[in-house]
């Protein structure tokens, strides 16, 4: 099993990135996936969620209106729209699946938002 995300990096406040998470080893179509995050001496957070079907999302209410949660089942990939970016979302990001009591995790990409 992998989740292998990317597309993180640095960018200035009110700037834009698109985080992608490559799946595979299970069947990604079953899976809820997730976005958490954890910023600098904060605990772990859930950023964004997409139900299996991608019907249904969820945001913190922190990015709502900023960000935004997808998948494509035909290529194993959920992604995470990220605009209007402010310094309080850098962090390191990790791609979540859950589907049951089966969970993965991936290794996490780091955005940086600084002038």
């Known amino acids: 099993v992998q989740l292998v995300e990317s597309g993180g990096g640095w960018v200035q406040p009110g700037g834009s990135l698109r985080l992608s998470c490559a799946a595979s080893g299970f069947t990604f179509s079953w899976y809820t996936m997730n976005w958490y995050r954890r910023a600098p001496g904060k605990e772990r957070e859930l950023v964004a969620s997409i139900a299996s079907t991608g019907r249904n999302t969820n945001y913190v209410d922190s990015v709502k209106g900023r960000f935004s949660i997808s998948r494509d089942n035909a290529k194993n990939t959920v992604y995470l729209q990220m605009n209007s970016l402010k310094p309080e979302d850098t962090g390191v990001y990790y791609c979540?699946?859950?589907?049951?009591?089966?969970?993965?995790w991936g290794q996490g990409t780091q955005v940086t938002v600084s002038s």
């Open positions: 979540h699946a859950e589907w049951k009591t089966i969970t993965y």
